[in-house]
């Protein structure tokens, strides 16, 4: 019998890719495809559901195929984009409306409303989470006022609403299950952080049927099994793509800490066992859930940064490439007074300011693109300094940064965060944290390994 081998399926918000993994954790093979970007309105961003499936499907079958058929896969991780809701018809399993994005802001008046009428603290409390259009629930509401087939499904029982690891496992196992792992469900405004399932209170307040929630499970066990690829491969590792790259980072003790920096940035630091209670507005969120017991973390979730280099690139054209940015950086001293405020999609941690825009100040005729860029940047470092003080604030105060994702390839960046922070800033060899976390839990789940830290 050779090695058994963990598909790893990780949707991200840019783009789709399947991973083939050893036991070990050699990586096998990717298949990747992108992913349509809408925004019919500014503020507002949304998926296709079904592309998101497709996607997933054809690479799914791609890495199949390379490991030689469906028999020599031992299980499926799945890692995901946080928060972004799909609305579906469980009886006919297709999608009902656009899935709404987690970076979309349309429902920030409603958070403002349930801010005025004081549920801010009650709900920071229960959830370790904040009046944002970020998290899930009002998304969820949003669809339910405004997409007529959303509201008759859930009038005639069929409403199913996940996250995309519930949407993915739903389409997999092909409608045989509905479920959601502890972490991403605690991403939703309707997950205590010490309760085992939805609450009531939560769900009423912000006007979500329970009926139409998926049933939240452990991040590593036996969720179902696909059919889709010829024999029946087990799906046995769920988890958010911040969580599974914490996971992969090896912060499995409580203190240690990594950022992601990709299309936002976010920072989760490990607090083990402890329920973390922000005073600083950072967010208290589940970590992972095994065998009903959860390890927590604090986290702050910053809402721009590889999309602000994505930005430079798409809409002001001043750059062709993101790699470009960090020999622009170096062919200046300085930034020549230019400061660029990355508010495009407002601001998250720790100032939660979903009205605040972008700014590029302090322009002269001495400003080049090489100066803006550089400044485009130093946002990024100024956003994890912010963070760096609000977790000291918490009692979390960070010893090294252990750094991932796509834009934690520019060591122009990687040096400008260690110089701001004065900290120790560690780089793997091997950047695909949040596979490789996905890949342990399924690991886990299948019981290939014993636990996370043999994993
Ligand atoms: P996600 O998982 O959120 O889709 P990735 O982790 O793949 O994102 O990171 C891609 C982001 O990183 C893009 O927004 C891109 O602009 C940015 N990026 C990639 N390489 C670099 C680089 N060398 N310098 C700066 N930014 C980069």
């Given at each position: 019998m050779t090695d058994p081998l963990i598909l790893v399926l990780d949707e991200g918000t840019t783009s789709t890719r399947a991973m083939l993994f050893t036991q070990e954790g050699e990586l096998r093979g990717t298949a990747q495809r992108e992913l349509t970007q809408h925004y019919p309105q500014p503020g507002w961003v949304e998926h296709d559901a079904a592309e998101i499936w497709d996607n997933t499907f054809a690479c799914a079958r791609e890495m199949v195929a390379l490991a030689g058929g469906a028999e020599r896969i031992a299980a499926i991780g799945i890692t995901n984009q946080r928060e972004t809701v799909v609305a579906w018809d469980r009886a006919t399993g297709e999608p009902l409306a656009r899935a709404i994005v987690w970076q979309d802001r349309r429902t920030a008046d409603f958070c403002d409303e349930l801010r005025y009428a004081g549920y801010e603290d009650a709900v920071r409390d229960a959830t370790g989470l904040l009046l944002d259009p970020y998290f899930s629930a009002t998304k969820m509401r949003w669809l339910l006022d405004q997409e007529p087939a959303v509201a008759m499904a859930a009038s005639a029982g069929r409403l199913a609403f996940g996250t995309i690891e519930s949407w993915l496992v739903f389409k997999l196992t092909e409608g045989a299950a509905h479920l959601t792992d502890a972490g991403n469900a605690s991403r939703t405004l309707l997950l205590p952080l010490t309760g085992a399932t939805w609450d009531q209170e939560l769900c009423d307040l912000f006007g979500v049927p329970q009926a139409a929630l998926p049933q939240v499970v452990d991040n590593a066990g036996e969720f179902g099994s696909t059919s889709l690829f010829g024999a029946p491969i087990p799906i046995t590792g769920l988890?958010?793509?911040?969580?599974?790259?914490?996971?992969?980072?090896?912060?499995?003790?409580?203190?240690?800490?990594?950022?992601?920096?990709?299309?936002?940035?976010?920072?989760?630091?490990?607090?083990?066992?402890?329920?973390?209670?922000?005073?600083?507005?950072?967010?208290?969120?589940v970590l992972y859930q095994l065998e009903g017991e959860r390890c927590y973390a604090l986290e702050g979730s910053v809402f721009v940064a590889g999309s602000l280099i994505q930005w430079l690139r798409d809409s002001l054209q001043m750059i062709v490439r993101a790699d470009e940015t960090e020999a622009l950086a170096r062919s200046v001293e300085d930034n020549a007074g230019v400061v660029v405020v990355p508010a495009l999609s407002g601001l998250g941690a720790p100032h939660?300011?979903?009205?605040?825009?972008?700014?590029?100040?302090?322009l002269s005729f001495s400003a080049t693109r090489a100066h803006l860029v550089r400044a485009a940047l130093e946002a990024i470092s100024h956003q994890t300094q912010d963070l760096a003080a609000a977790f000291a604030a918490d009692g979390a105060e960070w010893t090294e940064l252990r750094i991932d994702g796509g834009m934690s390839a520019n060591d122009w960046l990687a040096q400008d965060i260690a110089d701001l922070t004065a900290l120790p800033v560690v780089r793997p060899d091997f950047v695909e944290t949040t596979a490789l976390g996905a890949a342990m839990l399924a690991a886990v789940g299948a019981e290939l390994h014993g636990s996370l830290e043999q994993a």
């Open positions: 988890a958010g793509d911040q969580q599974a790259a914490t996971i992969g980072q090896g912060c499995l003790a409580p203190g240690e800490t990594k950022a992601t920096y990709g299309t936002g940035a976010f920072v989760l630091a490990n607090k083990g066992r402890a329920v973390p209670r922000s005073r600083h507005r950072l967010l208290g969120t939660w300011r979903a009205d605040a825009r972008g700014a590029i100040t302090g």
